[in-house]
């Protein structure tokens, strides 16, 4: 039998201590490389805080079911926009979808949403949503013109950050100011993000004609080659190519909750695309009426104005 070990020789070895003398690494950020006495002065100013802001901003992008392929292939090109959204499944256009899709939000981890609504296979209607806790905006979709159907030349990098502007008019209302802030939130990627690039090569051009939002998507063209290359600062060439899509945004109704809740604001001017339709059966239907009462009219004045009898209708009859 082999001998037993001593119980000295079967203790762990302990680890050897740091070199006290040797310095700390710097902290890293996202502006770099901070000293240990930059950090120590900012934790003592306000402890509270972190070091740095990081959007995490995530968007869920979804239809209702029996959507057009039309309003399908928006929301596609949408998709393909917004490389920070996270595409599912179709949900059912109920008077609960609200509370379905706060759930699905939270289930995919997202902050906000865009839900296409289509309803009678020809009235799309877009809710913008933070959640849970909203607000919201319920949107009608009008002039949609995909990026198939307009075929232009500009062509900018998938998952590129864009640019957002926005007209003077943003600034005017109250509820236009909410609108800019919630399409800044959704709309706008967040910086080092996993599936989008570090360039800004496009620009999101949002303005507000006749109290609806239009919005343009323009590429950011620069004409150089090996020889030219571009000064920086040199704005003069560049030049904007348009890229799609179009659509246009009539805001109805802004509610306090996610998907429903108090109204804060409701658009005056708004008109439902169901009384567009019953006024031009209306007008239809006049015709027709018009042409009735013609007639009636016709045979009151005949009966009011008899004609003489003629002296020679019966000239020939013998």
């Known amino acids: 039998m082999g001998k037993k070990r001593k119980h000295s ?4 070895v302990e680890p050897k201590k740091k070199d006290e003398g040797a310095p700390e690494r710097p902290k890293r950020t996202l502006m770099g490389w901070k000293d240990k006495e930059e950090v120590q002065t900012q934790t003592d100013s306000n402890p509270e805080s972190p070091q740095f802001f990081r959007n995490k901003e995530k968007v869920m992008v979804t239809c209702s079911r029996r959507i057009n392929y039309r309003y399908r ?7 393909s926009l917004l490389p920070h959204c996270k595409k599912d499944n179709k949900v059912e256009s109920r008077s609960s979808k609200g509370a379905t899709l706060n759930e699905l939000i939270e289930l995919r981890g997202c902050s906000s949403a865009l839900f296409f609504e289509c309803r009678k296979h020809q009235d799309l209607y877009m809710w913008m ?3 849970p806790n909203g607000p919201s905006v319920k949107f009608l979709v009008n002039a949609v013109h995909t990026m198939e159907e307009l075929k232009l030349t500009g062509n900018h990098l998938k998952g ?8 003077s008019n943003f600034e005017k209302d109250a509820h236009w100011k909410l609108l800019k802030e919630m399409i800044i939130q959704i709309f706008g990627t967040p910086k080092e993000h996993r599936k989008s690039k570090p360039y800004h090569d496009h620009v999101f051009v949002f303005s507000i004609v006749d109290d609806h939002i239009w919005f343009r998507n323009y590429q950011i063209s620069v004409p150089h080659n090996e020889s030219d ?18 659509f246009c945004l009539n805001p109805i109704k802004i509610f ?3 998907f429903g809740g108090p109204t804060l604001y409701e658009n005056p001017f708004y008109v439902s695309p169901n009384q ?3 006024l031009e059966k209306r007008k239809k239907a006049g015709k027709y009426a018009k042409k009735v009462k013609a007639k009636t009219r016709r ?8 004609l003489e009898p003629d002296e020679f209708a019966d000239m020939w009859r013998e």
């Open 9 to 12: 020789e079967t203790q762990a």
């Open 73 to 79: 292939h928006l929301m596609l090109n949408l998709v």
């Open 129 to 131: 949503a933070r959640c």
């Open 160 to 167: 590129s950050r864009p640019l957002l502007t926005f007209s």
């Open 229 to 246: 290359k571009m000064v920086r600062g040199g704005l003069d060439k560049m030049t904007l190519v348009e890229v799609g899509p179009r």
């Open 256 to 258: 306090a909750g996610s």
């Open 276 to 278: 567009i339709r019953a």
């Open 299 to 306: 045979k009151m004045h005949e009966q009011s104005n008899p």
